[in-house]
């Protein structure tokens, strides 16, 4: 994100956090929802790693959204697959809100999720799906989900209307109440040649690629805003909070412990500003940075809940006072785009593919 100077982050993170609580209506208006897309569709034609700013400001306050499955997601893979009719055909109603869409991800981060597959019956000249994809991120509040399936032993992307016969989407069972995820059935759903993507292989396999490190940093720009959320309240409430008449922020075992976690912010974040450039670039090294960000936010977002209910006492497990919400948010995003274990995995085999120059690599 070295396009950005801190002035210009600050002020896209300011204007995040006063409309991320009053809800999506005030992200299109203050242009947010088309803050990356082309300008000719309507947005700002501003890069990734300024939307992963506004996910991060989110984050901060667990705000229920659709920006990243609707635009962060949806309208990206059109953008990148989509032929110029079908960019004009839809892009202008995600930018303005007016249409609500989503990317289901199954099998871009993980061998083990189930995708739908679709096959041509030449002879109606339409093309039909069939199968199941679970964990679609805000399925049942899209009206267009872009779905990947499998075609003779390849992979597609396909668009498809929620309103379709044969499409069935339920709730799936998360704790996370400040998103929703539903599991999607696909029988005998038929799609126009119009709103079939791309088939090619090489286009698909490359768009796919992209959205998968996309959807692998949004996780870890939330993460990192709840991490600096809780951060900011607990050292607020350990200035504040007296034990045998003194802050319970000047005892050691609290101060290191925050401490502790201010570094790993401060390293996470900056890993997160690497994969976002890298990600832009077209670099080698870009899916190792992506999981090695999405792993290290992730990871750090949930400790850094636990250790803020710990340091809140009794009054850190009530209801009111909600760190509840930051803590099965940032649970889940551990799981949402890749496990840990699966993104170990790809670091691993992704180091001794590209060589082991990584850390030279990491900015200033």
């Known amino acids: 994100m070295h396009e950005l100077d801190d002035a210009d982050r600050a002020e896209i993170r300011g204007l995040a956090a006063k409309v991320s609580a009053d809800g999506d209506a005030r992200l299109v208006e203050s242009g947010l929802f088309g803050l990356e897309m082309p300008q000719k569709f309507g947005g700002g034609g501003a890069a990734f790693g300024e939307l992963l700013i506004v996910l991060e400001a989110l984050g901060s ?52 999720a189930p995708i739908p597959t679709v096959e041509y019956r030449a002879s109606a000249s339409e093309w039909i ?29 396909v668009a498809v209307s929620s309103t379709s016969a044969g499409l069935r989407i339920e ?3 998360v704790l996370d109440e400040t998103r929703c995820l539903d599991d999607v059935t696909f029988d005998d759903v038929r799609v126009a040649d119009a709103d079939v993507l791309a088939t090619d292989a090489e286009v ?16 870890a720009a939330d993460s990192a805003g709840i991490t600096q959320r809780v951060l900011d309240d607990t050292v607020t409430y ?16 609290v101060k290191h412990q925050l401490a502790d976690l201010k570094v790993a912010l401060e390293v996470s974040t900056a890993l997160l500003d690497q994969a976002a450039d890298l990600v832009q670039e077209g670099d080698a090294l870009a899916a190792v940075t992506v999981s090695m960000a999405n792993h290290l936010c992730c990871h750090t977002a949930a400790v850094a809940c636990g250790v803020a209910i710990q340091m809140h006492g009794a009054i850190g497990y009530t209801w009111e006072l909600g760190l509840h919400r930051y803590l099965k948010r940032a649970k889940l995003n551990e799981f949402l785009f890749g496990s840990p274990q699966w993104h170990r995995a790809r670091i691993a085999a992704g180091l001794a593919e590209v060589g082991w120059d990584l850390a030279g690599r990491i900015h200033d």
């Open 61 to 112: 306050h667990a705000a229920d959204s659709r920006l990243l499955g609707s635009v962060g997601l949806c309208a990206a893979a059109i953008v990148g697959a989509g032929s110029e009719d079908q960019q004009e055909r839809w892009l202008p109603g995600l930018v303005s809100g007016q249409l609500a869409g989503t990317l289901s991800i199954g099998g871009l981060v993980g061998e083990s």
């Open 129 to 157: 799906l069939n199968g199941r994809a679970d964990l679609v991120l805000d399925g049942s509040r899209s009206d267009l989900i872009v779905t990947v399936a499998s075609m003779d032993g390849r992979r597609a992307l």
């Open 171 to 173: 709730p799936a069972g």
């Open 204 to 219: 698909v396999d490359r768009v796919l690629g992209e959205l998968a490190d996309r959807a692998c940093l949004a996780a």
């Open 238 to 253: 350990v200035g504040q909070r007296e034990q045998f008449g003194r802050p319970i922020g000047s005892f050691q075992a």
